[in-house]
């Protein structure tokens, strides 16, 4: 069956230190992958999408992500921490037509 | 990209009442829409998948007469969760989608935060 697995539950960084989430997925074909950002009660924000192509993608924010398919991974990264960055990113699968399975969700935190 | 509009984003409503959330496509014609429900401090739990005229799809385990979707024209969806208990107090979202192309993507909605007291 599909899913999307988040290792990490809870990270905390360093403002203005790198910071990868992890992200598996297990899907039978070559799948269309999200990465969303959550402040708390709020609705979701799109960070960037990979449909096809370059396997590195540039998102709002100074995000990017990397889809490795021998590893069934898209991991988020960011270079550089600031405290507003703090908030909950989804990692989500798309199973056909924009119908979206979802990880667990890590929750960031970012020390001063 | 594309506005999703969801409301109330807020409700409170007591045991037994029934709530309405309507879930709107403001600048595109939204074929499908896609309800999902969000327990504190989890992940986005998808309920069910509605095109417009015709039933709701829904997923495993969620009840189609307590959660009652319509999505009668391409541009609103509603959810009407019936006879409403504390348990469902939760925080609903919705997406929509025009699915016309590959590489799309689906616009999410605000959220309504659902209180049962």
């Known amino acids: 069956a599909q899913s999307v697995t988040q290792p990490d539950i809870h990270i905390t960084v360093s403002e203005g230190a790198s910071l990868e989430l992890r992200c598996n997925y297990s899907y039978g074909a070559t799948p269309y992958l999200f990465w969303y950002v959550q402040s708390p009660g709020q609705g979701l924000q799109l960070l960037l999408k990979y449909f096809s192509g370059d396997t590195l993608v540039q998102g709002i924010k100074g995000f990017e992500a990397e889809f490795k398919r021998s590893q069934s991974s898209f991991n988020l990264r960011k270079p550089s921490v600031h405290w507003s960055d703090a908030a909950e990113y989804f990692c989500a699968v798309d199973l056909w037509g924009n119908k979206l399975i979802f990880g667990t969700g890590t929750l960031l935190a970012v020390q001063p | 990209g594309a506005v999703v509009s969801q409301h109330p984003s807020r409700v409170i409503c007591k045991s037994g009442t029934s709530v309405k959330i309507e879930c709107r496509s403001l600048?595109?014609?939204?074929?499908?829409m896609f309800w999902y429900r969000q327990f504190p401090k989890k992940s986005l739990m998808l309920m069910a998948t509605?095109?417009?005229?015709?039933?709701?799809?829904?997923e495993q385990g969620v009840e189609k007469d307590k959660f009652l979707i319509n999505h009668a024209s391409l541009t609103l969806s509603t959810l009407t969760v019936t006879s409403a208990h504390p348990e469902d107090s939760s925080f609903y979202i919705c997406?929509?989608?025009?699915?016309?192309?590959?590489?799309?993507?689906?616009?999410f909605g605000q959220g309504t935060r659902l209180t049962v007291v």
């Open positions: 600048d595109f014609q939204a074929t499908t």
């Open positions: 997406s929509a989608s025009d699915a016309q192309g590959v590489n799309t993507e689906a616009f």
């Open positions: 509605s095109n417009e005229g015709s039933k709701a799809t829904y």
